[in-house]
């Protein structure tokens, strides 16, 4: 049976980041319509209800009204693999591990120690790319966001470190060890040491289609879906996207991030009119779950799985396919340079219901939730602030409809 057994329930508005949300002692909860419960137990079994003993005319509500468990602050555990020989690992599903490679008993696919209780054996289904060297190198950095960004259906690319820079490679990974790689090069299988080697990006395929309905964040920087199978005092049990079943002490957890179906994500959807005219009439992109320029959707430091990036100004037209409560979304600017300066506005058929006043690049991300009072067109638009266009990637991150 799923249940969350809650004590001391504690009502209070959506904090912007989840480290201010920990209730020392205590889980804080997150739902769907922006409150938080405070609760000093939690035991999760397989029906998604939660109990709230301590409230008796409170009806119980349902795993999938959360969209956030924090568990209680704690020791941080262990901090990812550095140094040489520690590699990043970049996962289909959007996640990021850091950790060292290791032999494979059968000299093929990849096995790893990513910090968790056991080393994984990692389906190539799950991998998005391995980045194995720590260097700085801009060449081969941007052939690896484009790769990412672009990945090929059928074939891997391994980026190599060259005297002339980087250069990928197609073909199939075969294996890959703590010292090696083995490559299949059109008709040949070959192999090289990791030493000249920046990257490998793995090919696509059909698409990983994944049942997972969690998103895990770790203390120590992981991340990755999953399923949630159960939990209790001790900790949380899961199963991975990378098929890997896996029990967590709640002092390693940062938070998980729960998928609901009261949650309908605007990436998922496709808009009806795009509109995107720069400050000299310059078209640019918008993207879906990636930052402009191919890589991570972020906002400072914080990093989305899910949301839009566009550039000013802009405005994104959304026919939605029922009447929804609040539209909710993490709203900043990507600007290393710190030179965007924007403005967000939300309209419901044609209506202003929102808009965020100057934002600037190297501001603290903010949390907006929009009552849509019925509305079926959802327009997000972002216009010019100061200083022309300059660095003006505006992210709407985690950008979703409430039911």
């Known amino acids: 049976m799923m249940r969350l057994m809650v004590a001391g329930i504690l009502l209070a508005g959506l904090i912007s980041t989840p480290s201010d949300r920990r209730t020392n002692g205590a889980f804080t909860l997150t739902?769907?319509?922006?409150?938080?419960?405070?609760?000093?137990?939690?035991?999760?079994?397989?029906?998604?209800?939660?109990s709230i003993p301590a409230s008796k005319d409170q009806s119980p509500a349902r795993l999938e009204d959360l969209v956030q468990i924090v568990p209680p602050g704690a020791t941080v555990s262990s901090r990812p693999a550095e140094g040489e020989g520690a590699v990043t690992i970049i996962l289909a599903d959007g996640g990021e591990l850091r950790g060292r490679l290791l032999p494979s008993e059968d000299g093929r696919g990849v096995l790893a120690d990513v910090g968790l209780p056991r080393p994984v054996a990692f389906p190539l289904s799950s991998l998005a790319a391995i980045r194995i060297s720590n260097t700085r190198n801009e060449a081969a950095e941007r052939e690896l966001e484009t790769r990412l960004a672009h990945r090929d259906a059928?074939?891997?690319?391994?980026?190599?470190?060259?005297?002339?820079?980087?250069?990928?490679?197609?073909?199939?990974?075969?294996?890959?060890?703590?010292?090696?790689?083995?490559?299949?090069?059109g008709g040949q299988?070959?192999?090289?040491?990791?030493?000249?080697?920046?990257?490998?990006?793995?090919?696509?395929?059909?698409?990983?289609?994944?049942?997972?309905?969690?998103?895990?964040?770790?203390?120590?920087?992981?991340?990755?879906?999953?399923?949630?199978?159960?939990?209790?005092?001790?900790?949380?049990?899961?199963?991975?996207?990378?098929?890997?079943?896996?029990?967590?002490?709640?002092?390693?957890?940062?938070?998980?991030?729960?998928?609901?179906?009261?949650?309908?994500?605007?990436?998922?959807?496709?808009?009806?009119?795009?509109?995107?005219?720069?400050?000299?009439?310059?078209?640019?992109?918008?993207?879906?779950?990636?930052?402009?320029?191919?890589?991570p959707l972020k906002i400072g430091e914080r990093t989305f799985a899910k949301g839009l990036a566009v550039h000013s100004q802009s405005r994104l037209i959304y026919e939605l396919p029922e009447s929804f409560a609040q539209f909710q979304a993490t709203i900043g600017v990507d600007d290393p340079?710190?030179?965007?300066?924007?403005?967000?506005?939300?309209?419901?058929?044609?209506?202003?219901?929102?808009?965020?006043?100057?934002?600037?690049?190297?501001e603290a991300p903010r949390e907006i939730a929009v009552e849509?009072?019925?509305?079926?067109?959802?327009?997000?638009?972002?216009?010019?602030?100061?200083?022309?266009?300059?660095?003006?990637?505006?992210?709407?991150?985690?950008?979703?409809?409430?039911?």
């Open 189 to 295: 299988v070959r192999r090289g040491p990791l030493a000249r080697t920046f990257a490998i990006v793995f090919a696509s395929g059909s698409g990983q289609r994944s049942d997972a309905t969690a998103r895990v964040v770790l203390r120590s920087g992981a991340r990755f879906a999953a399923t949630l199978r159960s939990a209790d005092e001790s900790g949380l049990r899961l199963r991975t996207s990378f098929d890997a079943d896996v029990s967590l002490p709640w002092s390693e957890i940062e938070r998980v991030d729960l998928q609901s179906s009261r949650v309908e994500f605007l990436s998922n959807l496709k808009p009806s009119a795009v509109e995107s005219r720069g400050f000299l009439g310059d078209d640019w992109p918008w993207s879906a779950d990636r930052g402009l320029m191919g890589g």
């Open 31 to 50: 739902t769907v319509d922006g409150r938080t419960l405070s609760a000093a137990e939690l035991s999760i079994g397989a029906d998604g209800k939660i």
């Open 337 to 362: 340079a710190r030179q965007g300066n924007v403005v967000f506005r939300v309209l419901g058929d044609g209506q202003p219901l929102f808009e965020s006043g100057a934002v600037k690049a190297g």
């Open 372 to 403: 849509l009072k019925g509305a079926r067109r959802l327009s997000l638009e972002v216009d010019f602030g100061d200083g022309l266009d300059l660095g003006d990637r505006a992210v709407w991150g985690n950008a979703r409809l409430i039911r």
């Open 154 to 185: 059928t074939r891997d690319f391994l980026i190599a470190l060259g005297a002339d820079g980087a250069t990928a490679v197609p073909g199939a990974l075969e294996s890959l060890t703590p010292t090696e790689w083995t490559f299949k090069l």
